[in-house]
């Protein structure tokens, strides 16, 4: 079993993360749970999403914070004590948004098991490339998944952005299809910690 957490703040879209991954997953005949964990709602407020991701039918229930991978999608989470709640297992991954060669200087500050992945993509940067915004804040989720799944090989991108077709709605959903490719093709593998 594959299990993932996103780190975000509230208003980025960890949860919708986690929700159309799941999406994608099933659509290849994969068994997925999605949900969140957050104190009082509010934009800015730090936020935990949990995926998992499995072959065969899911027994598990409920948080955890033992991970396959921790996706970070704000940079400024690691000033906050929440990123010490996580612990990634020994050949995991940490995906963080974040410029290119600055994600292996803050993965030191997460907690392991042993060597861990570490990779990096600006989804920040291709969210406001991509008109991405809304009130005032990139919408990063997309392109995390973007960048996550060719980190990790399935689900397969085609999957994803059927995904994303079904849960976005509007004028929205080319920009997040074109954030979603750029960003796959855009991650940068940092190296092993």
Same mark, same amino acid.
């Given at each position: 079993? =594959?299990? =993932?957490?996103?780190?975000?703040? #509230?208003?980025? #879209?960890?949860?919708?993360?986690?929700?159309?991954?799941?999406?994608?997953?099933?659509?290849? #005949?994969?068994?997925?749970?999605?949900?969140?964990?957050? +104190?009082? /709602?509010?934009?800015?407020?730090?936020?935990?999403?949990?995926?998992?991701?499995?072959?065969?039918?899911?027994?598990?229930?409920?948080?955890?914070?033992? !991970?396959?991978? =921790?996706?970070?999608?704000?940079?400024?989470?690691?000033?906050?004590?929440?990123?010490?709640?996580?612990?990634?297992?020994? #050949?995991?991954?940490?995906?963080?948004?974040? /410029?290119?060669?600055?994600?292996?200087?803050?993965?030191?500050?997460?907690?392991?098991? +042993?060597?861990?992945?570490?990779?990096?993509?600006?989804?920040?940067?291709? !969210?406001?490339?991509?008109? =991405?915004?809304?009130?005032?804040?990139?919408?990063?989720?997309?392109?995390?998944?973007?960048?996550?799944?060719?980190?990790?090989?399935?689900?397969?991108?085609?999957?994803?952005?059927?995904?994303?077709?079904?849960?976005?709605?509007?004028?929205?959903?080319?920009?997040?299809?074109?954030?979603?490719?750029?960003?796959?093709?855009?991650?940068?593998?940092? +190296? /092993?910690?």
């Amino acid at each position: 079993m =594959l299990e =993932l957490i996103f780190h975000g703040r #509230g208003g980025q #879209g960890a949860v919708t993360s986690s929700e159309v991954l799941a999406s994608a997953a099933s659509k290849e #005949g994969y068994q997925s749970q999605a949900f969140s964990f957050f +104190g009082a /709602e509010r934009r800015g407020a730090p936020v935990f999403a949990f995926l998992r991701i499995d072959e065969k039918k899911i027994l598990k229930h409920g948080m955890f914070f033992k !991970a396959d991978g =921790l996706i970070v999608l704000d940079k400024g989470l690691f000033n906050f004590p929440d990123i010490g709640k996580v612990t990634v297992k020994k #050949g995991g991954i940490i995906l963080i948004n974040t /410029e290119k060669g600055n994600g292996k200087t803050l993965a030191t500050k997460v907690k392991r098991e +042993g060597t861990t992945k570490v990779f990096s993509v600006n989804a920040t940067k291709i !969210a406001i490339d991509h008109d =991405l915004v809304l009130a005032g804040w990139p919408l990063v989720n997309m392109p995390i998944l973007g960048a996550l799944i060719k980190i990790m090989g399935k689900p397969s991108l085609s999957s994803l952005q059927e995904a994303v077709k079904e849960k976005l709605t509007g004028k929205m959903v080319e920009s997040n299809l074109e954030a979603v490719v750029r960003a796959f093709n855009e991650v940068y593998y940092e +190296g /092993e910690i």
